[in-house]
């Protein structure tokens, strides 16, 4: 079990493994994601140890025994509430049956004095009713609230109001062993631009689009041929531009482009020069006649910015490998040793091991200034929001320099970040991102769309890791059913259970990210993508003027309705075979989406007008078919 010292900013923690000697011993957890390993020397026969500086929190960890074998500590806490047995230290926070730690997650001081808390009661027992807090000798009170239940859990809440800039202490009624500090305000806790709250953007891999340019690329296939990691189909920014009025008629609002800068692979997420913007896509002369006529058109262009590693053809990258430690780029890269020998990942450190793609050190100030001034450079050519790749994969630093560069450009800029785990308290409120994606719920989304999980349980899986997120605004939460890092839905469920994901998500109030040729049933049925060479879902889009199945009208329609909606609070109710929720009108009506997500036809229990009618030839009055979904507008009362 970990042997935690005084709280404090951060706290030297101890965790030990006692096994057989001679193994590899490796550590992960919220340290601050499961992406990272952490090797752990072995003190004396069989004893593995690593200390790490820990602020408060409460983290999750387990071990990882000669590559394959998972372990928990057997000495330590175990939460169960997400169907694993991790192993739980807790550094400044109470223990069972009270489940609360002094970080992100679990609490926010906003700038105007309000304290919002996060805490965890174990069901069975007798959770605090208020919170109290001192301030100059005076107490203040507020009721906990309760949030729900999950797995033996009470999930609990509290907001208490406070004179702006107070300092003292709080704590929980009946627990008088548990007493914190007020943290510091927290002005800068992210929430997006007001104009991008609820945006729909509109993903596309430029180079899997419509060519218009007549820049030379001798690198493009005809567009029938089988598509690859290698295959290079032309997609240009004239291309985008010439498809404006398009994707304005499809209703969305946005565009986020794969980066633009000039590479040797397809996606171009490992570039040459981070400084260019690709000639044979048109160059800045391209880049700038798109930003502006989106803007004409209403709207938004958002660049993706790949920061982590370059292509092998980078200058810096190849000097590095000719005058190796005389180099002026030597502390660029993650180098190892020197000699640095291209291929031999014993001398560098490389992009998921791929000796292609050296990784850049952007601790190191000079390095980080140069990929800043890359994106400060976009926003200068007319970017109105950055998409800010594996986040994680990055030193804080880095982003949290990079927020500040560009707001010096332009205050209202987005900043969308990828975010795999479940680290989105970290990377909205410490990095700074505005939107960070939400991959937890798109992975809860595919299980219910397969029937693995029914939708009382969606709903509550979905309640759970947003409250475990903590107090984070909505409007933070990028949702999307794929993206073109994962597989296409369509090529896991069927296209009519992809027609009730849109459905769910463009009538949800959240922001939303759409992959370029869903409205067109592209890849449906294909075999799913895999992160290799294989590349079969990644298809080109097809031609913007022919024929345009069912998916395409049902799109167009939700985000139509989506524009009549009010921005607003949203709650997912669940019975039986049905997912349902209500939105409202700015003129007061009501709008209740239904979904059947069921083997069975179900009846309805409320009636009217019949707004949108998914999966079903001919709706009949009150009975909702399976697999199908139903958009009314009820009648005040009704």
Excluded at 379 to 397: C, E, F, N, Q
Excluded at 529 to 535: C, E, I, K, V
């Amino acid at each position: 079990m970990p042997r935690v010292g005084t709280p404090a900013r951060r706290v030297p923690v101890v965790f030990r493994y006692r096994g057989a000697p001679g193994r590899r011993v490796e550590l992960f957890g919220d340290f601050p994601t499961w992406d990272r390993s952490r090797l752990m020397e072995e003190e004396g026969p069989g004893l593995y140890e690593l200390t790490l500086e820990l602020a408060p929190g409460r983290y999750r960890y387990k071990f990882l025994v000669d590559w394959r074998r998972w372990e928990r500590d057997p000495d330590a806490q175990v939460d169960w509430t997400e169907g694993v047995d991790n192993s739980i230290v807790v550094v400044d926070g109470t223990h069972p049956p009270l489940h609360f730690a002094c970080d992100r997650r679990h609490l926010q001081r906003t700038s105007d004095g309000v304290l919002r808390l996060h805490l965890e009661s174990e069901a069975k027992a007798r959770a605090p009713a208020r919170v109290w807090a001192k301030v100059s000798g005076v107490l203040h009170w507020a009721p906990v609230v309760t949030r729900g239940h999950w797995r033996g859990r009470e999930l609990l809440s509290c907001e208490l109001a406070l004179p702006r800039g107070a300092t003292g202490e709080f704590g929980f009624e009946g627990w008088p062993e548990h007493v914190f500090h007020l943290p510091a305000s927290a002005p800068a806790t992210a929430e997006p631009p007001r104009w991008a709250r609820s945006t729909v953007w509109y993903g596309i891999f430029l180079d899997r689009w419509h060519r218009r340019g007549e820049a030379a690329d001798a690198r493009v296939s005809d567009r029938a041929t089988p598509t690859s990691a290698t295959t290079f189909y032309g997609g240009d920014l004239d291309g985008v531009r010439h498809a404006l009025p398009y994707l304005k008629a499809l209703g969305v609002d946005g565009l986020v482009l794969t980066p633009v800068q000039p590479s040797e692979t397809p996606h171009r997420y490992d570039t040459t020069d981070h400084h260019a913007i690709d000639g044979r896509l048109g160059g800045d002369a391209a880049f700038t006649k798109l930003v502006k006529a989106a803007r004409r058109a209403r709207l938004e262009v958002a660049a993706d910015v790949s920061f982590t590693h370059v292509h092998e053809d980078h200058p810096r990258w190849r000097d590095v490998l000719k005058r190796q430690r005389r180099s002026a780029s030597a502390k660029w890269f993650q180098v190892k040793r020197f000699p640095v020998r291209q291929g031999d990942l014993s001398t560098y450190a490389a992009y998921v091991d791929r000796p292609e793609l050296p990784l850049l050190d952007l601790t190191h100030a000079p390095a980080r200034a140069h990929v800043i001034e890359a994106a400060v450079r976009l926003v200068k050519l007319g970017a109105d929001a950055l998409r800010l790749d594996a986040m994680t994969d990055a030193p804080p630093v880095l982003w949290q320099e990079l927020r500040l560069a560009v707001r010096k450009v332009r205050r209202d800029v987005l900043l969308l970040g990828e975010v795999v785990m479940d680290a989105q308290p970290l990377c909205a409120r410490d990095l700074g991102a505005d939107v960070l994606t939400d991959f937890q719920f798109r992975e809860a989304l595919v299980q219910l769309l397969r029937g693995r999980l029914t939708p009382a349980h969606f709903v509550g899986l979905t309640r759970f890791r947003e409250f475990r997120q903590g107090p984070l605004p909505r409007s933070s939460r990028l949702r999307f059913i794929d993206n073109h890092d994962v597989s296409r839905l369509g090529s896991l469920v069927s296209v009519e259970r992809v027609r009730l994901a849109l459905t769910l998500l463009l009538l949800s109030p959240e922001p939303v990210w759409l992959t370029a040729g869903t409205e067109f049933d592209l890849a449906a049925g294909v075999p799913l993508f895999r992160l290799d060479d294989a590349w079969p879902e990644r298809l080109p889009m097809p031609a913007l003027d022919g024929p345009k199945p069912e998916t395409h009208g049902l799109l167009t329609a939700l985000l139509a309705l989506r524009r009549r909606l009010v921005d607003d609070e949203v709650t997912l109710e669940a019975h039986e075979g049905l997912l349902s929720f209500e939105r409202r009108t700015p003129d007061g009506h009501t709008i209740v989406v239904v979904l059947n997500l069921s083997d069975e036809p179900v009846t309805l229990e409320r009636d009217g007008e019949v707004l949108l009618s998914v999966n079903e030839a001919a709706p009949r009055a009150a009975v909702l078919g399976p697999w199908a979904a139903r958009v009314l507008e009820v009648a005040e009362g009704g």
